[in-house]
T-cell receptor
């Protein structure tokens, strides 16, 4: 079982829809990252959070440490939001500095 | 600041050959990370440096893999005696410290034939 599980694996929606991508993890973490990966491989960091909620433009990320769960929301989705969204966690101490990644959610927004 | 750069962007090599990739992090970042991503999967952690010290290596990093960051700036990842299973995207990322977000390079796509 992966330490980081994302759902759904694939999501197709119409432009303008509200999008939610979920991430559950099974280990203690010091931070959780949401990343965006476009075709060709480039990865962009969207959020890094360890508690509560962050917002940037149409993107909102929340985390519930007790439930070991995070969500990424996209409001008023647009075709340019089409990408793979990856959740990644950083462990707590003991040299666990590298990120552990989920497999990603492939999002397609249709016009 | 031009971001994290990696070279080459693509590499095709024959099985058994050695390959070396380079990563140039953002200049003031003292942490540098290497990850590997195979098709349809999320990236996997390989190793990371704080300045020139290699502080952690994943068990994915077999004896055929070696990474260096000799002056605490750019880093190289070498794979000796490549195997077809080494075919993947090799990603480099850097950060200012543990508490800061990581910035990723464009990756080097390796194909072993």
């Amino acid at each position: 079982k992966n330490e980081v599980e994302q759902s759904p694996q694939n999501l197709t929606a119409q432009e303008g829809e509200f999008i939610t991508i979920n991430c559950s993890y099974s280990v203690g973490i010091s931070a959780l990252h949401w990343l965006q990966q476009h075709p060709g491989g480039g990865i962009v960091s969207l959020f890094m959070l360890s508690s509560g909620k962050k917002k940037h433009g149409r993107l909102i990320a929340t985390i519930n440490i007790q439930e070991k769960h995070s969500s990424l929301h996209i409001t008023a989705s647009h075709p340019r939001d089409s990408a793979v969204y990856i959740c990644a966690v950083r462990g707590t101490g003991g040299g666990a500095d590298g990120l552990t990644f989920g497999k990603g959610t492939h999002l397609i927004i249709q016009p | 600041d031009t971001g994290v750069s990696q070279d080459p962007r693509h590499k095709i090599t024959k099985r058994g050959q050695n390959v070396t990739f380079r990563c140039d992090p953002i200049s003031e970042h003292n942490r540098l990370y290497w990850y590997r991503q195979t098709l349809g999967q999320g990236p996997e952690f390989l190793t990371y440096f704080q300045n020139e010290a290699q502080l952690e290596k994943s068990r994915l990093l077999s004896d055929r893999f070696s990474a260096e960051r000799p002056k605490g700036s750019f880093s190289t990842l070498e794979i000796q005696r490549t195997e077809q299973g080494d075919s993947a995207m090799y990603l480099c990322a850097s950060s200012f410290s543990q508490s800061y977000e990581q910035y990723f390079g464009p990756g080097t796509r390796l194909t072993v034939t």
